[in-house]
DNA sequence: CGGGTATTTGACGACTGTCAACGCCAGTGG
DNA sequence: CCACTGGCGTTGACAGTCGTCAAATACCCG
């Protein structure tokens, strides 16, 4: 466990988060979470601005986030980073398959952010003796699939303006089909940084602040310090070439 | 199953392969395997540049990679495409989660190739009811997701000169650990024309070309029509940032 | 031998990165 | 209350990697 995340004295059952739904939690089977004895279903909080995890250290817990924005990335030898994914609440982070001894992927809090932790070992039992936790697990990591094969497709293929679109369109769908948006939708939080979204699209902070610009003048968004607004949804799933088939 | 794809008269049992022990069929519960009324695990063979399946089609089979290269891709509006994968021998191919009814990539055999189809429905069923398959499609997925990251990091961070270095060491290591490689393992199999090089890379035909020509110059690799022979695999392995943690 | 495909090279242009500076805002401490 | 500070956003000028267009050459298969 990483010495800058702190577990609730409290024991806080994850049963009790508004997530709970979609959350890996959901199909972990119920000798598990009641092995109260073993303590081993901890709620963890993490303030923003502090790493879950770091590449390259020991993979000995996964996490499903309940509450708060993640970004995953992996560093790269020049400093820069490359974001994976920007980790909303009822994802599941930090998985590695047995003989993985080290985590390939660092995990920064974006905001303050509750998880709940498993031991990977005991992941890899359950997964071996419960077929219902394995399909799950299995319908998951397809779905991460598919969303980091697009990643590649606009990392590859699309122009910056292309990449910034289908970025903002993704987040907008993920919200809204965790029911994460208010009552007009076409307002969202938007805690990420510039340079974070540079981060996610292979761009410089300094060419992200262009295209968003350009974006704005457009009239397609105006994101602001906490917020977005998205003035004109259809042209930017146009302009990203968003198609919301594989967005869970 | 595509119209292009041709079933063996024969009906013969991927048993026979050589990948065996590699692939899921390993897995594979025996009652399915000896369900001889149903054929289900039919062998097929595919020719060089012809699609296994293409991006949109149904889902309705998943397949093992018994022999040869394949190129797992998506396509971009403007008529390229990246490059997701490379299948060698023993790859799966095609897995889609339930609930999923079409493919979001295509895949295109490089040389003539073998392969192993198991429908989806079934898949999904053998899924939830066989926990130690469910185990090892989720190992195989996460070591496809780890490659997947890798691929990002490159295509968003890398210059060309590292992805085209980034890839052919991994390339080399994966026919190494597959001993795929013959006595002289500084000589591999290359089957890949430029351009696909490119589609994997991000970057078009002609600066593929010109990448490749100042790596030949350096002394790094010389790449063949049918072979590439590495020169000097340190300096390879550093200009690529490859370190083999990653590679199956 | 011929036609299609793949490779190679050159000239040019554009998208994006680099460097540098400034402004804005929030939090902090005097 | 105000100055200070650090992080983030914004803008401009310039450079470089890589894409585009075009053409010539080499290679493979029938």
Redesign the interface.
């Known amino acids: 466990m990483p010495k800058s995340l702190e577990s609730r004295p409290d024991k806080q059952r994850c049963a009790s988060c508004p997530v709970r739904e979609r959350a890996l939690f959901q199909v972990v089977p119920e000798e598990y979470i009641n092995d109260a004895e073993s303590n081993r279903t901890d709620q963890y909080t993490l303030p923003a601005r502090r790493h879950l995890y770091e590449e390259g250290a020991p993979a000995n817990m996964a996490y499903t986030l309940f509450d708060g924005w993640m970004l995953l990335y992996?560093a790269?030898?020049?400093g820069?980073?490359?974001?994976?994914r920007i980790a909303l609440p009822g994802d599941f982070l930090g998985?590695?398959?047995?003989g993985?001894t080290?985590l390939?992927?660092s995990a920064l809090a974006i905001t303050d952010s509750i998880l709940c932790g498993f031991k990977q070992d005991d992941l890899?039992r359950m997964?071996?003796?419960?077929?219902?936790l394995?399909?799950h697990?299995?319908?998951i990591?397809?779905?991460?699939?598919?969303s980091?094969?697009?990643?590649?497709?606009g990392?590859?293929?699309?122009s910056a303006e292309q990449r910034i679109a289908y970025l903002i369109a993704e987040l907008y769908y993920r919200l809204h089909n965790r029911q994460q948006l208010g009552a007009d939708d076409s307002i969202m939080p938007f805690p990420i940084t510039q340079e974070m979204l540079g981060d996610m699209?292979?761009l410089t902070p300094v060419h992200t602040n262009r295209v968003i610009r350009k974006l704005r003048e457009d009239g397609i968004f105006t994101a602001e310090r906490h917020r977005l607004v998205i003035h004109d949804l259809p042209r930017l799933l146009e302009i990203g070439?968003f198609t919301n088939?594989?967005v869970e």
């Open positions: 992996r790269h030898s020049d820069g980073r490359q974001g994976l998985y590695m398959p047995p993985e080290s390939h992927h890899h997964l071996d003796t419960h077929a219902g394995a399909s697990v299995t319908r990591q397809a779905r991460y699939m598919a980091c094969q697009s990643a590649m497709l990392l590859g293929r699309k699209t292979g070439e088939l594989n």
